[in-house]
């Protein structure tokens, strides 16, 4: 898989973060579903990992800001959970394309029927032309809700299911060499497998009033499908459609070299 063929990847996995797909940037969903839709009209199994269940769930429990507290991010995942479905569902319906809910922890991808199980699923899912929308099990997570894990799990679903390529969305279009404010930071193309990105200063994982993340999870994640011999493109959720309609933009990870 090139970065000239991205658009051609016979079995995509997509993430995006819930700061993507909710409050101010919620007009995005529509978009990112469009997108989705041509990638499998082209053909493409499509795997769907997506955040947002507490972000779409607090305001319901007369929340302003992410619950601090475990249970009560827990309460606002079982919440936002079903309303996020509903939300997609909703619009792939003019696709005439049905989503499946697959909810994971990192833990069932580490246990080796869970894992079978899952894989089963999924592949059941996708031969059926169903697309899988998959996010973490916020009510049975523990340690699991914490910076990052839906890039982590996007990664390790990736694997998981053979992926040609992994893409993660997120507010910035590409991986820069400061952050994004930062009047030094410089757009990264290309980051070959050889690349340790010295010197490259990706700041801290974040947590914001929706949700965590930030460009080091991303990096991370990224260095773990490409070990596993998945390439992997971060960029802006806005930039799907064009990226599915062949335009090249973000940041390329190339896969390391398994053969």
């Keep these: 898989m090139t970065r000239d063929l991205a658009h051609q990847a016979s079995r995509v996995v ?4 819930s700061s993507s797909i909710s409050g101010e940037r919620e007009h995005q969903v529509p978009g990112l579903v469009d997108a989705l839709a041509a990638w499998r009209k082209a053909g493409s199994d499509v795997v769907l990992v997506s955040s947002g269940a507490i972000a779409v769930g607090a305001p319901f429990l007369k929340l302003t800001d992410r619950p601090q507290d475990l249970a009560t991010q827990q309460a606002a995942a079982a919440v936002g959970q079903n309303l996020l479905m509903a939300r997609y569902q909703a619009l792939f319906e003019k696709y005439s394309i049905i989503t499946g809910q697959v909810l994971l922890t990192v833990g069932d991808l580490e ?9 089963r699923t999924i592949e059941r899912l996708l031969g059926l032309g169903i697309i899988p929308i998959v996010n973490e099990n916020d009510t049975v997570a523990t340690q699991e809700i914490r910076f990052g894990d839906n890039d982590r799990l996007a990664a390790l679903v990736s694997e998981l299911v053979g ?3 992994l893409v993660l969305l997120s507010d910035v279009d590409a991986l820069y060499s400061h952050p994004p404010t930062d009047p030094r930071a410089t757009k990264i193309d290309t980051v070959h497998s050889e690349d340790s990105l010295e010197g490259v200063e990706l700041g801290e994982a974040m947590v914001n009033s929706v949700g965590t993340g930030g460009a080091i999870t991303k990096v991370s994640a990224a260095k773990l499908a490409r070990a596993a011999g998945i390439p992997t493109l971060l960029s802006s959720t806005e930039s799907l459609g064009a990226i599915v309609a062949g335009v090249s933009a973000g940041t390329w990870f190339e896969p390391v070299d398994l053969h």
């Design 163 to 165: 992926a040609d390529l």
């Design 14 to 17: 997509v993430k995006v973060g």
């Design 111 to 119: 246990n080796g029927t869970h894992r079978t199980n899952a894989l």
